[in-house]
C-alpha cells in the first residue's frame, strides 16, 4: 500500500502570510495526487487535483506543484476562511490513502 | 446545485448492521462513479468504497471488504454501504463524495457530502 506523510501537522500562521504544506508519498505516484479543505460540520472541498490543477471555484491563491513523491500545497495570502485542515490524497492505485492532515490555525 | 445528503448513521453494537445511503441531486447522477470516504474521530481519513457508474466496477479497502457492500440505485439518484457485522474500529464520519468521471480508477473526491456519524459500541 502506499503511504502518505504530510507535514507540519498544525501551522499558526496570521492572515496575509505565505504557507506551505508538504506531502510525501512512499512511491512514485506521477501526478496523481489531491488537496482538500476540511472545515468542521462543513461538506469537504476539493482544492487542487492532478497535483497541479485548480478545481473550479477554487481562490487563486491555492496551488500545488509536484510530481513523484515530493508534492506542496501553497497558499499565497492567508484569508480568515482558510483556517481549516488540510489533507492530501494519492489516487494513484487503491487503497486510495490520504495524509493524516496539516491543521492550519491561527496566529 | 450538487448535493449529497448522508443518512442512516446510528449507535449500534458490535457485531450488528447498518446501512447508509446518500441522496444526490442537481448532477445526472448514472454518469459518475461514487465513493464512501470515513473519517475516525481524531484520527485521519480512510477511503472505503467506490462504484462505477453503472456498479460494474466496485473497490473495498481491506479493513471492510467482506464485510461492507457498496450499491447504488440510478432511478433513486442514491447511493448506499451496506455495513455487516460491524467492529468498534469502524466507528467514524461517513462521507459520500462524487466523482467527475464514470469509472472508478483514480478516485478524486470532487463534490462531498457533511456525512453521517455511525458508533459502534456496547
Known amino acids: 500500500d502506499i503511504q502518505m506523510s504530510q507535514s507540519p501537522s498544525s501551522l499558526s500562521a496570521s492572515v496575509g502570510d505565505r504557507v506551505t504544506v508538504t506531502c510525501r508519498a512512499s512511491q512514485n505516484i506521477g501526478n496523481f495526487l489531491n488537496w482538500y479543505q476540511f472545515k468542521p460540520g462543513k461538506a469537504p472541498n476539493l482544492l487542487i487535483y492532478g497535483a497541479s490543477s485548480l478545481q473550479s471555484g477554487v481562490p487563486s491563491r491555492f496551488s500545488g506543484r509536484g510530481s513523484g513523491t515530493d508534492f506542496t500545497l501553497t497558499i499565497s495570502s492567508l484569508q480568515p476562511e482558510d483556517f481549516a485542515t488540510y489533507y492530501c490524497q494519492q489516487n494513484y492505485d487503491t487503497p486510495y490513502s490520504f495524509g493524516q492532515g496539516t491543521k492550519l490555525e491561527i496566529k | 446545485e450538487v448535493q449529497l445528503v448522508e443518512s442512516g448513521g446510528d449507535l449500534v453494537q458490535p457485531g450488528r448492521s447498518l446501512r447508509l445511503s446518500c441522496a444526490v441531486s442537481?448532477?445526472?447522477?448514472?454518469?459518475?462513479?461514487m465513493h464512501w470516504v470515513r473519517q475516525v474521530p481524531g484520527k485521519g481519513l480512510e477511503w472505503v468504497s467506490s462504484i462505477s457508474w453503472n456498479s460494474g466496477s466496485l473497490g473495498y479497502a481491506d479493513s471492510v471488504r467482506g464485510r461492507f457492500t457498496i450499491s447504488r440505485d440510478n432511478a433513486k439518484n442514491s447511493l448506499y454501504l451496506q455495513m455487516n457485522s460491524l467492529r468498534p474500529e469502524d466507528t467514524a464520519l461517513y462521507y459520500c463524495?462524487?466523482?467527475?468521471?464514470?469509472?472508478?480508477?483514480?478516485?478524486?473526491?470532487?463534490?462531498w457530502g457533511k456525512g453521517t456519524t455511525v458508533t459502534v459500541s456496547s
Open positions: 463524495a462524487k466523482d467527475e468521471k464514470p469509472g472508478i480508477v483514480g478516485a478524486t473526491m470532487y463534490v
Open positions: 442537481g448532477f445526472k447522477f448514472n454518469d459518475y462513479a
